[in-house]
């Protein structure tokens, strides 16, 4: 997988989530499996943990001043250069964090076909959201649908595109209410993605709401 290709990223207010330990398990599966793949998330990520855990350690968070606020950050400076992640042997296009989910390689996948040639698999997760993997043929559409909730969809093979946008391996799109879309598998190689989604419930968490001012999202 070509990293310096990735265009399309995890937003600030899922990293939050994710280094808060807020997110659905599903979510925190795809955020795992792109932040093994993007060095920028990772560095990310990492900054949002260690902001969320100096605002935990003030006594009263709510109501921590502006002032103490710019000494924590300041305190925190800038990012540490990501260190590089450990790497287990990937199976086929899958890394690590979602390979122990699979329990195995392609070949333990147990595909159930969804129509128009498009496969899909369940993975165990947690309630609140679900996780899929999706088997879209090269050249293939995926059924124009809406959302109930917020829907993330990794890249793992292949690739996408939906409208003016394409998606290649470790791009996530990020769909919400708002959007209907019909994603297209291009033409080459089979497309492989991760999907979740949390419909009707929404990840809610103290620290992206503590955190939003600051990072003003
Ligand atoms: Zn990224
Ligand atoms: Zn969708």
Known sequence: MHRTSIKHHI????LMGYAAGSLPEAFSLVVATHISLCDECRARSAAFEAVGGAVLESSDSAE???????????????PEAP?????RAATGPFPAPLADYIGGDMGAIRWK???MGVRQAILPTAKGASARLLHIPAGQSVPDHGHRGLELTLVLQGAFR???ERFGPGDVEI???AD???PVAEAGDDCICLA???????FRGMMPRLLQPIFRI
């Open 113 to 115: 076909p969804i129509g």
């Open 64 to 78: 921590m001043s502006e002032a103490s606020l710019d000494a924590c950050l300041a305190r925190l400076g800038t």
């Open 175 to 177: 769909a919400d209410e």
């Open 196 to 202: 979740a989604t949390d419909a009707p419930l929404r």
């Open 11 to 14: 937003s600030d207010q899922l």
């Open 180 to 182: 209907q879309h019909t």
């Open 83 to 87: 260190r590089a992640p450990v790497r």
């Open 162 to 164: 939906d409208d003016t």
